[in-house]
């Protein structure tokens, strides 16, 4: 909320950071994480589009004769394979590796461990941009 908003969740009641959470833009880090259709935006949906009609138009265009067999679309988020957040240099992270998913389960909090746990002092942590060596 604070890299989109400039907010922090603590100066907001529990109603207000619940609507800013779920409108949060698409491509969103969250969204990225839990691998919906709104992790992509919409020129990345458009820049997939295209990439995958020129993969059809220059295998249409190929000899019959010789080419392979029919592109495979680029995968999208939301669909279920993981594909969308996997990391290509790590074969970990890769569509064969199983993907494991972490449930939450709900659990009842009385008020006074609810004011418990919102008196403790959170802190960021402090992390360098990512850089892109090629």
């Not at 839990?34 to 992509?40: E, F, G, R, T």
């Not at 890769?94 to 993907?99: D, I, L």
């Not at 009385?110 to 360098?128: A, G, H, N, P």
Request: no cysteine; hydrophobic share 35%.
């Amino acid at each position: 909320m604070r890299r989109v908003y400039g907010l922090s969740v603590y100066e907001l009641d529990p109603l207000e950071a619940a609507a800013l959470a779920v409108n949060l833009p698409a491509g969103s880090l969250v969204w990225q994480r839990l691998d919906v259709p709104a992790a992509w935006t919409l020129d990345q949906y458009l820049m997939a589009a295209r990439i995958d009609q020129m993969n059809m138009w220059m295998w249409g265009n190929a000899d019959p004769k010789k080419r392979g067999p029919q592109p495979e679309p680029l995968p999208r988020p939301g669909n279920g394979s993981g594909h969308a957040v996997a990391n290509p240099s790590n074969p970990e992270d890769s569509g064969e590796a199983t993907r494991r998913t972490r449930t939450i389960k709900p659990m009842a909090l009385t008020i006074e461990q609810l004011d418990e746990f919102m008196s403790r002092d959170f802190t960021d942590v402090e992390t360098k941009p990512f850089t892109h060596n090629e």
